[in-house]
């Protein structure tokens, strides 16, 4: 393949967290998470999110997401999140295995950001009624699954919804960086200050090789009536049960170390991010291509010819497509896109355009 957009996690892992895990890997270290790396990592992100936080790592984010919902719904409770959300079209059946058989809600609203007022009805309706699960989550996804990325007053009016009905609000950062720098806010902005309570933090699509944490924002949760160390004990018992309690837990905390210091996911991010933008501006010039939803990060759905399609595969570009509408497509960038690489797609298209 000459260039791929596929994914971001067809990139391999940048090289000082390749190399920290190497040495992490040297000698002996307490297994199960016991080991000194892994506490620094807590540090770290309590550091990064200014508050006091608790940390589940784990492999993938998948795991991290149902993981997370699972220790905050009951098994008679219901999960609000986009009809277009990970959680509901791409974890296979994890969120209903996890949370032993929750009932998964999609929520509509443009751009695979939940309407505020479909989720102000979703959650008040039938509260107390036995035959009805019972509203107990509500989880958003920044950067949402088709690349557009909630402002934080749109944080705010979900997050509010959430605190009238006194509901935990979990957030889907599987792509929390490049939301992050596309925002140009701090983390603590983007989560518990805008009533966020717990974030599958993720890093694998950003340089790691396979790790994600699951944070929890103590005091968050303690101010909506919920036990901070009631969530912990469960995520801890759920991670082992769910198979995630890696017994080389030093391995996952060396890639987040590596990955938290010196700004490499800031560093990684912002490329990820800039290539976008020059992906995005150069296709908007080129005949025939339509724009989906703009890109605020690093992903871009849009719709091309079938033609143009068939032409940019044959020239050895990779990305999905087939999936959605006809000629709709998904263009992903990472910390590994070259400028090369996008000049040439765009020109690709353009030479085919107007040929
Ligand atoms: C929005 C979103 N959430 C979560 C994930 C994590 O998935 P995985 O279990 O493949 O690491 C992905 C990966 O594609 C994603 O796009």
Not at 198 to 214: D, H, L, P, Q, R
Not at 339 to 347: D, L, N, P, R, Y
Request: net charge negative.
């Amino acid at each position: 393949m000459k260039v791929a957009f596929t994914s971001d996690n067809i990139a391999g892992a940048s090289d000082v967290v390749f190399k920290a895990m190497m040495e992490a890997a040297q000698g002996d270290a307490m297994p199960y998470g016991n080991d000194d790396g892994t506490a620094q990592v807590t540090r770290m992100l309590s550091e990064l999110f200014e508050c006091d936080v608790d940390v589940f790592l784990v492999s993938t984010g998948t795991a991290a997401n149902v993981l997370s919902i699972s220790a905050l719904t009951p098994p008679w409770g219901s999960v609000l999140c986009h009809s277009d959300s990970h959680l509901l079209n791409d974890e296979s059946t994890a969120p209903e295995f996890y949370t032993s058989g929750a009932r998964f809600v999609g929520v509509g609203g443009a751009d695979a950001k939940m309407d505020p007022a479909q989720l102000k009805k979703l959650v008040s309706q039938k509260i107390g009624d036995v035959h009805s699960c019972q509203p107990s989550v509500i989880s958003l996804s920044q950067v949402t699954e088709v690349g557009s990325v909630y402002s934080l007053d749109e944080i705010r009016a979900i997050t509010d919804v959430a605190k009238i009905a006194g509901l935990p609000v979990h957030m889907d950062g599987a792509r929390f960086a490049n939301a992050l720098l596309a925002l140009g806010c701090t983390p603590a902005e983007m989560t518990w200050k805008a009533g966020v309570d717990m974030v599958s933090f993720g890093a694998t699509k950003n340089g790691v090789m396979g790790a994600e944490a699951i944070v929890v924002f103590k005091q968050s949760l303690e101010d909506k009536g919920i036990s901070s160390e009631k969530v912990a004990k469960e995520l801890g018992y759920r991670r082992k049960r769910g198979g995630h309690l890696h017994s080389k837990m030093r391995l996952l905390s060396s890639q987040m170390i590596a990955y938290l210091s010196d700004d490499l996911w800031r560093v990684n991010a912002t490329h990820a991010n800039a290539m976008m933008a020059l992906l995005q501006e150069g296709l908007k010039t080129v005949p025939g291509v339509k724009i989906n939803t703009p890109a605020q990060a690093n992903m871009l759905f849009c719709t091309l010819p079938l033609a143009m399609i068939d032409h940019l595969q044959a020239e050895g570009f990779g990305f999905y497509g087939g999936r959605w509408e006809e000629g709709v497509i998904r263009l992903v960038t990472s910390f590994r896109t070259s400028k090369e690489g996008v000049e040439a797609f765009i020109k690709s298209a353009r030479q085919f355009a107007t040929k």
